[in-house]
């Protein structure tokens, strides 16, 4: 039963620290502040299971058996006889079996997922595109970023989305190249640019994973869905940079956006979700992109997001190590 | 039809009655509309009320009394009483009080025709969408030509 306990304070502690991280986040205005911030509470539970559990539990039982320490007896039996009065036996198994079949199962399905995707595009018939390969390389090379695969599937609706794991591919539907003018379809084809340049296939692969593995925690949950909202308004702030046209990508945006709500059967099943997920938020990215000023591209101190997240992770340790004290201490070495 | 919320206890929706008349009866309506306009802040007796309303046609203070009682059972004044008199102040403004009983007929609505009535909600809200989209477009489409000249 300790292992259980531990493993549900451990949890009970990364929803707590999670907790308190997003209300910093109130507090932050930089974009890469704010997305260390927001992994860092997807990592939480997962750094807290694996402290408690296979770090602080053996390490301190070896310092126990070390010292000779022991907790007072009347203690350890008062708890042991309140434990196996309060929860039944079977949970000691059915816990930690039911939490790991969660999250191998996160693993698996992001795996296929990749695997599913890797597949559709390649038996859909995805095809390059010399024009657009073209303009991707000058912009890649602009942004220094990796010089991505350019496939455009046949597709009557609007799609377009990264995806990858070692070597990141771009796909755009031919309803993108026909209904987009030049300048729109250069501006979808930067925003997609620029998710390659920060990585963020991968993050997002790692933060789907993640909030998969924890679904029950709903900071996980709320920081997976913040993430996926500021990469796009970041990847917009980049595209307005490095097209100095905001208005164009405002342009595509509403097009899309218009489509799904023409075609209410495809806005059912979410296709147009890649580009333009949720009205809502797609609102606000044309109004931000219709108002947007051509303001400076700052980039955060790298020395204040390692300082900020260094320290919440120490504390963090720091924490979960007096929790297993604790309860060693109650429990018994 | 019936509304209950916030406190609220309306029995009765008439199509054909203009504004806040479409739930409370005539004088109902002038008497809280006379609360919202001049005597909002602070409470109000019923000797106000009626020194108000007789000057613009002859009614009987026990008429006023009685219909200020009841607008207090139907939630819309809280009464207090302060020395030997009753002290009314309203429980929610104007704009507070048609917010609840739209919302709660809306909803009202939806219970009891819910997949017609949905079904077209999503309809014209999707046609209005689409509307303000293209609107959106040509606007987005100037302002581009514009900065392109």
């Known amino acids: ?333 | 039809m019936t509304t209950e919320s916030e406190g609220l206890d309306l029995h009765s929706f008439r199509t054909d009655r203009p504004g806040i008349r479409k739930v409370l009866g005539d004088l109902e309506a002038e008497i809280m509309e006379l609360i919202w306009e001049h005597l909002a802040n602070q409470g109000t007796m019923v000797r106000d009320v009626f020194e108000i309303l007789y000057e613009r046609r002859r009614i009987a203070y026990t008429t006023v009394m009685s219909t200020m009682s009841r607008l207090a059972k139907k939630g819309l004044l809280r009464v207090e009483k302060k020395d030997q008199s009753y002290v009314y102040y309203p429980k929610f403004t104007k704009n507070e009080f048609i917010f609840h009983f739209v919302g709660h007929i809306i909803e009202d609505l939806f219970i009891s025709f819910s997949g017609e009535t949905l079904a077209d909600t999503h309809a014209y809200a999707a046609s209005e969408t689409t509307e303000h989209l293209r609107q959106l477009l040509d606007e987005l489409n100037r302002r581009r030509d514009k900065e392109e000249a």
């Open chain 1, 1 to 333: 039963m300790h292992h259980t306990l531990l493993g549900f304070l451990s949890l009970v502690l990364a929803t707590f620290g999670s907790a308190l991280t997003m209300r910093m986040l109130n507090a932050i205005d930089e974009w890469s502040w704010r997305r260390a911030l927001q992994l860092l509470v997807l990592l939480m539970p997962p750094v807290a299971l694996g402290l408690g559990l296979s770090l602080f539990h053996h390490l301190f039982h070896y310092l126990c058996d070390l010292f000779s320490l022991s907790s007072p007896a009347w203690l350890e039996s008062a708890f042991s006889t309140w434990l196996e009065s309060t929860f039944p036996t079977w949970l000691d198994r059915a816990l930690p079996i039911a939490l790991g079949i969660v999250a191998l199962g996160a693993v698996c399905f992001g795996g296929i997922r990749l695997i599913l995707m890797a597949r559709v595009m390649s038996r859909s018939g995805a095809c390059h595109h010399a024009a657009l390969e073209r303009y991707a390389h000058d912009v890649a090379q602009r942004l220094g970023a990796v010089q991505p695969r350019i496939l455009v599937c046949s597709y009557d609706h609007p799609l377009a989305l990264t995806y990858g794991i070692f070597r990141p591919t771009i796909v755009l539907s031919t309803w993108m190249i026909e209904k987009l003018d030049q300048h729109e379809l250069e501006a979808v084809l930067a925003h997609e640019l620029e998710h390659v340049t920060r990585s963020d296939y991968l993050i997002v692969l790692l933060a789907t994973v993640l909030r998969d593995a924890f679904f029950y925690l709903p900071t996980s949950r709320k920081a997976y869905r913040q993430l996926q909202q500021e990469k796009e308004l970041v990847c917009d702030d980049l595209v307005v940079h490095a097209t100095r046209r905001p208005l164009a990508l405002a342009s595509a945006l509403t097009k899309v956006w218009l489509h799904r709500a023409e075609t209410p059967r495809y806005a059912m099943v979410g296709g147009a979700q890649l580009l333009a997920n949720g009205s809502t938020l797609t609102d606000y990215r044309i109004k931000r992109l219709m108002d947007a000023p051509l303001l400076p591209r700052t980039q955060p101190s790298r020395i204040r997001v390692l300082g900020t997240s260094l320290s919440i992770v120490l504390a963090f340790v720091v924490a979960q190590a007096i929790s297993c004290i604790l309860l060693l201490a109650v429990v018994g070495c």
